[in-house]
Every structure is written in structure tokens, then in C-alpha cells.
């Protein structure tokens, strides 16, 4: 197979999701205007009770501006329950699905996080819609660094859930709800295992403290790196997963 017939058949993947466009335009733009909007709303019940000399620069007003993010987990629950049976009638290998599926992830990603910067620039443009309002600027932490910075941080948090959840579904394919539950336990009990590990090296002050010097940019390159061994689990556990 020549490089152009590969790409073809990733392309196919691609179409294979966005035949249900709404999960991919509709709903997030829905559940980004409706936290807007119940941001926008808290905010301004809250300055009704504020004092004239108190700050009105406040960000992170309840993190409902992280909601969209987490609504990538359905995303990747739904591109593999819904598509799958599909793409195996249409003889595409599983390697092909994977390649597509983190193409088409990697996309939406990318666009929610470019929504999200041009919104932060319209903010510092217009002084938070003229009253020290902040929703696409996320947190504090971010007015610190470049939009930039900001895109890798939101893109790579949106790819990292998105394949967590599809991850996930793989191995619910594969195994059932017990196979599922048994890895997550697993997963669990080696993350308190590192707890406990760090703990009893009094390890802490040095987490601390590197958690401290992350950068947006830096902590998104975490987030994609997760991505990726995600994607690298959900290729182990499709390939024996039954459409």
C-alpha cells in the first residue's frame, strides 16, 4: 500500500466519525455557549454584592469554562462505541482505526483549544467584555505566559481525555465491564502505590516544588505524552476487541 492509498483509507476513518457531526460541532458549541452564559451570570450576581473598592478581576468563576474539556471524554466513549462495527465492515485494519481515530481527536482538539485562545484575545482586548470578566483566559496562571502556551495546555488536556475515554472503551470491547473494572483497579491501586512510595521518602517538598515550575507549555507536553501511551493502550486492547 503506496503512501497516497494509506492516507485515503485514514481519511475514510475521519468521515466514518464526523457522520455524526453534532458530537463534534454541535454539542461542544452548545455546552461551551451554555457555561459562558451561566459564567457570565454568576459573575454578575456576584458583583451586585461586591463592595465599589472590591477587585473585579476574578478568574476561574466556578470552572465551568473546564466543562467542554471533560465532555471529550464522551467524545472518545461515543467514536468507539458508535464507529467501530463500522469501520471493520468496511475492512479497515485496526491499525488504520487507531491512526484515524487520533487524527480526528487531535483535530478537535486543536480547534476547541484555537476557539479558546481567540476568545482570550478578545478578552484582554475588551478588558473582560468591559467588566473584568474571564472565561476563555481559564485561570490566573495563564495570564502569566503567551496564548500560545495556553493552546498546547488546553489542546493537550482535550487529547489526553478524549483518549482516555476511547482507551477505556477499548477495553470494555475487549473484556466486558469486569476487564475494565479490574484494570482501572489496578491503575488505582499502582497510582497509591506511588503515593505511598513518595511518602515514605518524604519525596513531597521535591514534587512540590517541580510542580511549581511547570509551565502551561510544559504541563501540555505531559498531557500529550499521556495521549500518546493512551493511544498506544488502546492499540493493544482493540486488537482482539470483536466489532
Sequence with gaps: MNKTERKSRLAKVVRLHLANRSTYLVVPAVVVAATFLLSMALYAVLLLGLAEEAPRELYGLGGFQFVPFYYAVTVGIQAMMYTYPFAMA???TRHEYIGGTVGLASLFAGSLASFYSLGRA????TDGFGFGFHYFG????FAQFG???QWIFVAGLILMLFM???CCTTVFKRGGALRLVAELTVWTMALVGLIALVTWREWW???GEWFLALTPAVTGGWMLVCAGLLSLGSYWSIRKAVP
Design 164 to 166: 482516555a475515554g476511547f
Design 138 to 141: 481559564l485561570v490566573s496562571w
Design 90 to 92: 468496511m475492512s479497515l
Design 122 to 125: 478578545f478578552e484582554e482586548l
Design 147 to 149: 496564548w500560545w502556551e
Design 205 to 207: 517538598p521535591a514534587v
